[in-house]
């Protein structure tokens, strides 16, 4: 057993890029840090030990001595706070804290937070190209790959937007969002909940406080959310109300309005499928919450072309257009994919990989309402397999490449290839985004072959 003969003001709990940051941050503010990792050998050991080389770090355990020897645990969001180790430190009274609580405490420049299980990082893209746009100054960072306390090295700025995970929320106790957003909830990490309820239990943190809560019509577990005496703007895909964002039909076509009020044409957006028009609408919500200019957010919806690995068009090769939508690594981001590209035609989907414990249930109704044909791949295959209906066209590949010319043999003009996994990369890739990259290399392969 690991012994701690000095106490420590905290422990930082995993040390991959979130942990490091902490460390650094506490370090730079003369607080004395401990550090632990369940892994042998986690991705920023390394580095730290280098940086400092004083720093006392116990990998390969979450040792319930050095948690004890702590005031405080600043957790990184990969660890569940469910772990036995960190229930015993709970237990012994050790304070719990994290990044994103901490930075919370310092800064007085109002936040927007947006969390929800599909979405994020392009609202909250959106937005701060919004807030740019406007004159006025912002940073980003949180879940979409900057560690927040990174930003405090920096003057502050008239905004912070910050994405938030579910992981995130949970130790998040200090959050009073200017404006906050639930985008939808869909089962995901269910390796790490109990269910749907403590998922999405998790996800209601962000509207602690005071600030405008936006609630999205077309959502109904965050329709539960709404508190009385509240700013509430809501927005969905359905006609809005007086003061709501949504959908209206006209004779001269599709516009997306603020109440009666038409803003733009639904064909005038950059980036494909449903669910993106309603985090465009989404975004407008945010920004008439934080008071941004509609003729400025309008502008810059125009010329957003989407981020990549997001329901992606790549190309059309021999009239069959190929949609990077890696990031998709739970069922409910596959679905809002596989419906928003619904009319584009019939679709060729590839899904697969490191399913997280999932139901496929919803994803096995979206293909046989949409997809033509699937194309499976990675570690659970089979379970995607056993979930579908009997009768529905499916083919099985050893790797990405496979898959692509797989359904490059399969596809007819008028159709459309959707990399949709519906599971996490790990089994095959290091991330989501080296799937989506050995996807858009292949599918460039097949177009140079074409011509």
Known sequence: MTEVNKRYDSVVVGLGKTGASVVSYLLAQGRSVVAVDSRDNPPELERLKQRYPGLPVYPGELSPAVLASAEQMVMSPGVSIREPAI?????????????????????????????????????????????????????????????????????????YVLELSSFQLETLSSLNAVAALVLNISPDHMDRYPGLAEYAAAKQRIYAGDGTMILNRDAPLVLTMAEQNRNIIFYGLSEPGRDEFGVRVFKDGVFLCHGQEKLMSRSELGIHGSHNVSNVLATLALGRAIGLPVPVMLDVVRGFSGLPHRCQWLANIDGVDWYNDSKATNV?????????????????????????????????????????????????????????????????????????????????AGDAVLLSPACASFDMYTDYQHRGEVFARAVQVLQGESR
Do not use: W, Y
């Open 87 to 159: 229930q015993a430190a709970l237990a012994r009274g050790i304070q719990l804290s994290s990044d994103v609580e901490i930075f919370c405490r310092q800064v007085t420049a109002p936040i927007v937070a947006v969390t929800g299980s599909n979405g994020k990082s392009t609202v909250v893209t959106l937005l701060s190209e919004m807030i740019q746009h406007s004159g006025s100054t912002v940073r980003l960072a949180g879940n979409i790959g900057v560690p927040v306390l990174d930003l405090l090295v920096e003057d502050e700025p008239d905004f």
């Open 332 to 412: 409910g981001a596959s679905c809002a994919a596989i419906e928003g590209l619904a009319k584009k035609g019939r679709l060729i989907l590839i899904a697969g990989g490191e399913s997280k414990q999932a139901d496929f249930s919803p994803l096995a109704k979206a293909i046989k309402e949409h997809v033509r044909i699937v194309i499976l791949i990675g570690k659970d295959a089979g379970l995607i397999d056993e979930a579908l209906a009997e009768g529905s066209q499916r083919h099985f590949a050893t790797s990405m490449e496979a898959a692509v010319n797989s359904a490059a043999g399969l596809a007819q």
